[in-house]
């Protein structure tokens, strides 16, 4: 299977700095990485995802890369606001023949210190 | 409604009580999902529907039983849990054919007393 692992577990940052959070995935076979946010309470969510034939994507504040070789992918946030923070879970899907299995990082906790 | 959405929010049970947790989603999608979530843990993928068949189950203690009676639909059976059970089940449904977003639920709060 894959095995996802995600720092840091906390990242605490000033208002209008950026956050960057780190992923690595085992199975060179994952070939889709999206990132979640889960608000508290709430469910989570997409925020952005990048394809293995990508490098870099970007949407306004956040930009995702990735790099196969290493096997590593990196959620950025520039500019951060108050309610960007959240957990954020990156994932790694894998493809077998039985369906799509998603596999997820511990999370990490943003708090943007306003 | 739309959306993914999953009853109860919370339940608390005792070790040797039976019940059920019900994933209900109005997306059209083919694939479903259980996941457990626990404090400080990634999110544990229990299991996988693809068209109303099983075809993923992570190693699951047997006291958790799936059901998917359509593909709309979607039960996790509890019976005899342990109190390590407790954490918040998200059920989440996509299509299966193709790489494509996930969509959870609210999840239920499950408290084993």
């Known amino acids: 299977g894959e095995n996802v692992e995600q720092h840091p577990s906390t990242l605490s940052v000033q208002e209008g700095d950026s956050a960057v959070i780190k992923c690595t995935y085992s199975?060179?076979?994952?070939?889709?990485f999206p990132w979640y946010k889960q608000e508290l309470g709430k469910r989570p969510q997409l925020i952005i995802d990048?394809?293995?034939?990508?490098g870099e994507k970007k949407d306004q504040r956040i930009a995702v890369t990735l790099n196969k070789t290493a096997k590593h992918f990196s959620l950025h946030i520039t500019e951060t606001q108050p309610e960007d923070s959240a957990v954020y879970f990156c994932?790694?899907?894998?493809?077998?023949?039985?369906?799509?299995?998603?596999?997820f990082g511990t999370g990490t906790s943003l708090t943007v210190i306003p | 409604e739309t959306g993914v959405t999953q009853t109860p929010r919370h339940l608390v049970m005792g070790m040797t009580n039976k019940k059920s947790l019900k994933c209900e989603q109005h997306?059209?999608?083919?694939?479903m999902y259980w996941y457990k979530q626990s404090a400080k843990k990634p999110l544990e993928l229990m299991f996988v529907?693809?068209?109303?068949?099983?075809?993923e189950n992570n190693s699951v203690p047997s006291r958790f039983s799936p059901e998917c009676p359509n593909s709309s639909h979607l039960f996790l059976h509890l019976h005899t849990l342990q109190p390590e059970d407790s954490a918040l089940y998200l059920c989440?449904?996509?299509?299966?054919?193709?790489?494509?977003?996930?969509?959870f639920g609210e999840g239920s709060r499950l408290t084993v007393l």
């Open positions: 989440a449904s996509s299509q299966a054919d193709h790489r494509g977003e996930l969509f």
């Open positions: 199975d060179s076979a994952s070939n889709y």
């Open positions: 990048i394809r293995s034939n990508v």
């Open positions: 994932a790694a899907l894998l493809e077998p023949e039985t369906g799509n299995q998603f596999y």
């Open positions: 997306l059209g999608h083919n694939a």
């Open positions: 529907y693809n068209f109303k068949e099983q075809t």
